[in-house]
């Protein structure tokens, strides 16, 4: 069974830092995209970053230059560097993979079960 476990979030001042780090365990036979959304009190999720098995990256435009993903491929984590946090930035953060099981399994997405992040003004 797979499983993404979340870690890194809490509560920091605007213009602060935080790193979130996300591990798939389990069986795992293939892991293709990996990323992270973010979900406000209110609002619906959206998506925050993302990036290829090769490391090509993409981002929503209300963290470029702010937000760094990167990945392990052997580690099959990935992490989210955040600087110059701003108060709307205040959300529950969710890694996700894009994974096969097994080699006999489809690509499925699969969801870590979120960290709360906090940025006071």
């Known amino acids: 069974q797979v499983q993404l476990v979340e870690s890194g979030g809490g509560l920091v001042q605007a213009g602060g830092s935080l790193r979130l780090s996300c591990a798939a365990s389990?069986?795992?036979?293939?892991?293709?995209?990996m990323g992270w959304y973010r979900q406000a009190p209110g609002k619906q999720r959206e998506v925050v970053a993302g990036i290829t098995s090769g490391g090509s990256t993409n981002y929503a435009d209300f963290v470029k230059g702010r937000f760094t993903i990167s990945r392990d491929n052997v580690k099959n984590t990935v992490s989210l560097q955040m600087n110059s946090l701003k108060p709307e930035d205040t959300a529950v953060y969710y890694c996700?993979?894009?994974?096969?099981?097994?080699?006999?399994?489809?690509?499925?997405?699969?969801w870590g079960q979120g960290t709360q992040v906090t940025v006071s003004s």
């Open positions: 996700y993979a894009v994974l096969r099981a097994t080699g006999m399994d489809p690509w499925g997405n699969y």
């Open positions: 389990g069986s795992i036979f293939s892991v293709s995209a």
